[in-house]
């Protein structure tokens, strides 16, 4: 019935605050268990419910985790661009971190599922695909083309470490190949 409904809805709101309370205060299991029972209250169908998870298990290091929930994302996500932006992006830091630097198959597929984002953003509204894509290539010792997308992320005009990052890379490509990287560049918005 329709009461029993509003209730599931409300108690699936209570829970994505408190998921996102969890997670601005880095506790991140926690977080992690409001946006599943958030998600679980809402069909397993919750567009905000799968970014927090996402959110959560990257800031976990669960990287296969991250990339599975962001598979559901984008199964759900419909026409929302913004989620679709980030789950591209989350999966692609995912299988690169999954790479580990070395795992040739996993960085093509992150260099992939980058590009697709790319893509969907033809104005460059997420520029940090950009950055990440550039340093996937030149993981994959492809430091030409990696050099091109990171001038185009410093072409968005984005400020602080990212910035930084993308202009040493550049004048230093064999950055993105030394483990001194702390593997996590892009994560947020």
């Known amino acids: 019935d329709s009461n029993a409904i509003a209730q599931d809805d ?38 905000m419910c799968l970014y927090g998870m996402a959110q959560s298990y990257l800031a976990m290091d669960a990287f296969k ?26 999966k692609g830091l995912s299988l690169r971190a999954m790479a580990d630097g070395k795992d040739q ?20 509204q997420f520029p940090i695909l950009r950055f990440n894509l550039g340093f996937v290539l030149m993981q994959l010792n492809r430091d030409a083309e990696g050099i091109v997308e990171l001038k185009k992320y410093l072409e968005s005009k984005e400020e602080g470490d990212f910035a930084d990052k993308a202009e040493k890379m550049i004048a230093n490509p064999r950055r993105a190949r030394e483990p001194y990287n702390d593997g996590r560049a892009g994560a947020g918005r």
């Open 105 to 124: 198959k996993k960085l093509n597929q992150a260099e992939a599922v980058f590009r697709a984002g790319i893509a969907l953003d033809p104005t460059s």
């Open 65 to 90: 985790n991250a990339a599975d929930t962001a598979d559901k994302l984008i199964a759900v996500a419909g026409d929302n661009k913004d989620a679709l932006l980030y789950a591209y992006n989350v």
């Open 10 to 47: 409300d108690a699936a709101e209570i829970e994505l605050q408190k998921g996102n309370e969890f997670l601005r205060r880095r506790k991140f299991e926690d977080a992690l268990k409001s946006f599943k029972r958030a998600n679980d209250l809402r069909n397993k169908s919750c567009v």
